[in-house]
């Protein structure tokens, strides 16, 4: 089992930037793919960035066309901890935000953190 906690989402002005944590315990963090998704009001859950180990501590990065430019994904795999840095935020990036890992070898993401509110302010 992996358990995923999320922190750092809160309330910020249009224009501001937040980051957000994951920190994941219970199984070797470091070949899990990894990734954020998010869930606006009404509508349906989105992927937001995923980073994927590709060997040799070499991993890959990947964005929704939405946030690309605005937001970086990054794990520190000693800390067990994935993070969201958010920049430039809009009313629309306004949702509850997820951390879910993927087991080696599974192919949809099969752990889940409980979600964190972000709130940006137009």
């Known amino acids: 089992q992996v358990q995923l906690v999320e922190s750092g989402g809160g309330l910020v002005q249009a224009g501001g930037s937040l980051r957000l944590s994951c920190v994941a315990s219970g199984r070797t963090f470091s070949t899990y793919a990894m990734a954020w998704f998010r869930q606006a009001p009404g509508k349906e859950r989105e992927v937001v960035a995923t980073i994927t180990w590709i060997g040799q501590n070499t991993y890959y990065a990947d964005y929704a066309d939405s946030v690309k430019g605005r937001f970086t994904i990054s794990r520190d795999n000693l800390k067990n901890t994935l993070y969201l840095q958010m920049n430039s935020l809009k009313s629309d990036d306004t949702a509850v935000y997820y951390c879910?890992?993927?087991?080696?070898?599974?192919?949809?993401?099969?752990?889940w953190g409980q979600g964190i509110q972000v709130t940006v302010s137009s």
């Open positions: 879910a890992a993927r087991t080696p070898g599974v192919v949809k993401y099969d752990y």
